[in-house]
């Protein structure tokens, strides 16, 4: 290729994955790059899920979804997609089906490091790196670490960080995971969508942004559920009053605790949290004790 046609590259490593247990498919990538969750990462509840990225064509993503809904292998997907491409050679992408099969492509013309390694169930694939080990110890973490698909996928973008990572530096890091039914009120697939657009530790912010999506939204199979009696009442009533949602605490599992508390979960957004009966689940009990203690701290330094 001519070299005024050269343009610069998508630096960026991602995995894509399928979670065999839970059925949920992912992706998460990092780059030196803005906003890369905006551009690399595509998946489908019970289909497949797809990265494209070095010199992104952003059309592989929903066309690779379509020609794996129709029932096409990922070796085959792959082929087609680069197959009418003239740029195919500035491309790279990464396939998971929600078989489990998995394929990947790294153009010739990717500059150096580029490459990619495939699995059951995974690829990991990466340009401008610092070398192999990027990609290689993303498929090792992965494989090895415990835990559900968000935590594999997000240990794979800590390995290939610390194998070297991106030659070029770190700017956006994305995980996107689907499931059927698994987002927001079970009202769409997208069950974790979360993305750091510029930040100087983009893994370690995407980490950090994982578990507040947990604490707000994730359904313990299993929660811990507090009864609201005795001094747990006592306490969540003090508590509601701190903040300013009770006028003061009766000793008494009234109506006006019950819509006070409902109003702190929805303000604070552990609406998915709510349960029926006279229960609060104890990671949200823990995170009001945390808020009204600050509250009353604020408060004695004022």
Not at 257 to 279: I, K
Request: glycine share 12%.
């Amino acid at each position: 290729m001519p070299a005024s046609r050269r343009v610069p590259q998508v630096a960026t490593f991602s995995i894509v994955a399928l979670d065999a247990p839970t059925r949920s498919l992912g992706v998460a990538v990092q780059s030196k790059f803005l906003a890369v969750g905006a551009v690399v990462p595509w998946a489908r509840a019970g289909v497949g899920a797809i990265a494209t990225q070095a010199l992104a064509n952003t059309a592989y993503g929903p066309r690779g979804l379509e020609l794996l809904a129709e029932g096409l292998e990922p070796e085959e997907v792959a082929r087609r997609l680069v197959a009418d491409d003239e740029g195919r050679e500035d491309r790279q992408f990464g396939i998971v089906d929600a078989r489990g099969r998995s394929a990947a492509f790294t153009g010739s013309r990717c500059f150096e490091w580029a490459g990619h390694v495939t699995g059951p169930g995974f690829a990991a694939q990466g340009n401008i790196l610092a070398g192999p080990a990027v990609v290689e110890a993303m498929a090792d973490a992965y494989l090895r670490t415990t835990g559900d698909l968000a935590a594999r996928l997000v240990a794979a973008l800590h390995a290939g960080q610390r194998a070297g990572g991106d030659r070029r530096g770190r700017q956006s890091a994305a995980i996107l995971i689907v499931r059927e039914r698994g987002g927001y009120g079970g009202f769409n697939d997208r069950y974790m969508d979360l993305r750091v657009d510029d930040h100087p530790d983009p893994i370690g912010e995407l980490e950090r942004l994982v578990g507040l999506y947990r604490l707000y939204f994730e359904k313990a199979p299993e929660p811990e559920l507090v009864p609201l009696e005795g001094p747990v009442l006592a306490e969540v009533q003090q508590a509601l009053a701190a903040l300013g949602y009770l006028s003061h605490a009766t000793g008494r599992l009234d109506e006006a605790t019950r819509e006070a508390l409902a109003a702190w979960h929805g303000m604070e957004n552990f609406e998915e949290r709510q349960h029926p009966g006279d229960v609060v689940e104890r990671v949200v009990l823990e995170y009001l004790r945390r808020q009204a203690e600050s509250t009353r701290g604020k408060d004695h330094a004022g």
